[in-house]
T-cell receptor, first 113, second 113 residues
Framework: GAVVSQHPSWVICKSGTSVKIECRSL??????MFWYRQFPKQSLMLMAT?????????EQGVEKDKFLINHASLTLSTLTVTSAHPEDSSFYIC?????????FGEGSWLTVV | GDSVTQMEGPVTLSEEAFLTINCTYT??????LFWYVQYPGEGLQLLLK?????DKGSNKGFEATYRKETTSFHLEKGSVQVSDSAVYFC????????????FGKGTRLSVIA
């Protein structure tokens, strides 16, 4: 079964609004989670590393104020896309390490209209 | 830094054909190697992995052997099925601390009946 769960799987929001995506580790504690973005027919682009109890580490070119990451507990990291615009429409996916394996969530499709 | 190079796709095969997707890597240490599969509209699923040289990962008829001498981790399957149509990603990680996966660009496989 899944070890990393994301919610929601699909979300449609209006331009200018904010949307939150949750990433949960199931039955294990994840001090670190990773957030990726995937454009159609492309590979995954690492956006940020989410650290429990501290600030996220963002990759170069990723807007910290636009993509807010909060890792308030050992089983939950959230990505909030603030003031969303159509160009933010994408597939967002998180991952967490369990021992010597890295698992991914199911991913979240965001469409901004 | 570490990097992964995959063969360019798309790859189109007839059902029951032999599959090889090449993957080579560059790393300073001794990383663990992974193959992930992404079916249309879905997240990434771990297909197989190998954590040290000469290890062979296998799952669902797919195999890949960690070749340190050639820095390769080629994915193979003896007889593909239509249901194997997906995008395949080769990745590596040193699994230390907060290090995320390093991905190849992905190879799209289409299997036709």
């Amino acid at each position: 079964g899944a070890v990393v769960s994301q919610h929601p799987s699909w979300v449609i929001c209006k331009s200018g609004t904010s949307v939150k995506i949750e990433c949960r580790s199931l039955d294990f504690q994840a001090t670190t989670m990773f957030w990726y973005r995937q454009f159609p027919k492309q590979s995954l682009m690492l956006m940020a590393t989410s650290n429990e109890g501290s600030k996220a580490t963002y990759e170069q070119g990723v807007e910290k104020d636009k993509f807010l990451i909060n890792h308030a507990s050992l089983t939950l990291s959230t990505l909030t896309v603030t003031s969303a615009h159509p160009e933010d429409s994408s597939f967002y996916i998180c991952s967490a390490r369990v021992g010597n394996t890295i698992y991914f969530g199911e991913g979240s499709w965001l469409t901004v209209v | 830094g570490d990097s992964v190079t995959q063969m360019e796709g798309p790859v189109t095969l007839s059902e029951e054909a032999f599959l090889t997707i090449n993957c080579t890597y560059t790393a300073t240490g001794y990383p663990s190697l992974f193959w992930y599969v992404q079916y249309p509209g879905e997240g990434l699923q771990l297909l197989l992995k190998a954590t040290k040289a000469d290890d062979k990962g296998s799952n669902k008829g797919f195999e890949a052997t960690y070749r340190k001498e050639t820095t390769s981790f080629h994915l193979e399957k003896g007889s593909v099925q239509v249901s194997d149509s997906a995008v395949y990603f080769c990745a590596l990680s040193d699994l230390s601390g907060n290090t995320p996966l390093v991905f190849g660009k992905g190879t799209r496989l289409s299997v036709i009946a």
